[in-house]
């Protein structure tokens, strides 16, 4: 199985902050990485697809790069909305797709 | 706009068994893969499975948890999933969702919770 490890795995921010979470494949995966957000509640969100494409309707404040194993989510500009968890996921195996472990943003 | 309703959660024992359906509106069921993830209490996303296209042969792919213990299933005339569940696990409480599938998850349900507890 191809395993992605997030970190943090929690981060406390300001609203107005810039933030980064990064997720490290346990083999290459190329640019077969997605991110989603996740509410409390609700189901999960489409963020970024294939590493770096911003799904329709998502803010530009959100972006993602990387490529091989190393893999990140950038946020410019925290708003209120964005205070969420986030997880990565890897399609590289079709056969067998894994999440991160999810990191959860938190506002300070 | 495209609806994904789950439905079919429940308390269970283990050792039982439970069937989730999930009704897709509004989408093109019948020519894309589908897929369930779960979400134990507290804890992060899991891929379960999924299911190719009848074009495609209807070829199922599973998570090794789950493997053996249960099936995907879809009836494109009914535009619904399904997810038969066997063996039923305590491991296995989560809310299901079901989500369309083009190795990125973007309609998904609201969710269906499955309780499995003696």
């Known amino acids: 199985d191809i395993q992605l490890t997030q970190s943090p795995s929690s981060l406390s921010a300001s609203v107005g902050d810039r933030v980064t979470i990064t997720c490290r494949a346990s083999q290459y995966i190329g640019s077969s990485l997605n991110w989603y957000q996740q509410k409390p509640g609700k189901a999960p969100n489409l963020l970024i697809y294939?590493?770096?494409s911003l799904q329709s309707g998502v803010p530009s404040r959100f972006s993602g790069s990387g490529s091989g194993a190393d893999f990140t989510l950038t946020i410019s500009s925290l708003q209120p909305e964005d205070f969420a968890t986030y997880y990565c996921?890897?399609?590289?195996?079709?056969?067998?797709?894994?999440f991160g472990q999810g990191t959860r943003l938190e506002i300070k | 706009e495209v609806q994904m309703v789950e439905s079919g959660g429940g308390l269970v024992k283990p050792g039982g068994s439970l069937t989730l359906s999930c009704a897709v509106s509004?989408?093109?069921?019948?020519?894309?893969?589908m897929t369930w993830v779960r979400q134990a209490p507290g804890k992060g996303l899991e891929w379960v499975g999924r299911?190719?296209?009848?074009?495609?042969?209807?070829?199922?792919d599973y998570a090794a948890p789950v493997k053996g213990r249960f099936t995907i299933s879809r009836d494109d005339s009914e535009n619904t999933l399904y997810l038969q569940m066997n063996s039923l696990k305590i491991e296995d409480t989560a809310m299901y969702y079901c989500a369309t599938d083009l190795v990125d998850f973007y309609y998904w349900g609201q969710g269906t919770l499955v309780t499995v507890s003696s």
């Open positions: 299911i190719k296209t009848a074009r495609e042969g209807g070829t199922t």
């Open positions: 509004r989408y093109a069921f019948s020519k894309g893969w």
């Open positions: 996921q890897q399609f590289y195996n079709t056969f067998l797709i894994t």
């Open positions: 294939a590493t770096s």
